[in-house]
């Protein structure tokens, strides 16, 4: 599942869900008393529904995300100041993403990182 924000979507559900939730309603509300249409009313509380399942969703997939930005970063902890064998001889460095390394380094060239393991 790809992250909510690193979309750039994150900032749009939240205008969305706002609008379904406020501004909609209460246009829908005044529109009803103003034009006497009990209808609308009715369309006001479908939109709060909307808007309120929206919410729901969205509370669910950041609880789905934290949960997975916390595993990663428990496996980032866990592998820091490794070099991560990618194949055909090269590695890569867990701390700066340098895919440039060998075997027999022990260190990084880019950063400086000194491994713990010379694989």
Same mark, same amino acid.
Not at 11 to 17: A, E, Y
Not at 69 to 90: A, E, F, S
Not at 94 to 109: F, M, W
């Given at each position: ?8 979507? &994150?900032?749009?559900?939240? &205008? ?37 399942? %929206? ?59 000194? %491994?713990?393991?010379?694989?």
């Amino acid at each position: 599942m790809k992250k909510i924000n690193s979309n750039r979507y &994150g900032g749009r559900v939240c &205008g969305v869900i706002v609008l379904f939730l406020l501004p909609l309603p209460l246009l829908l509300h005044l529109a009803a008393g103003i034009f006497a249409l009990p209808a609308l009313d009715r369309v006001a509380v479908i939109s709060i529904r909307i808007g309120l399942t %929206f919410l729901a969703l969205f509370v669910v997939f950041l609880m789905i995300e934290l949960h997975q930005d916390k595993r990663i970063d428990r496996y980032d902890q866990q592998h820091r100041n490794r070099k991560v064998p990618l194949g055909n001889g090269r590695y890569e460095c867990q701390t700066c993403g340098n895919k440039n390394l060998s075997k027999r380094d022990e260190y990084c060239s880019l950063c400086g990182t000194r %491994f713990q393991n010379t694989q």
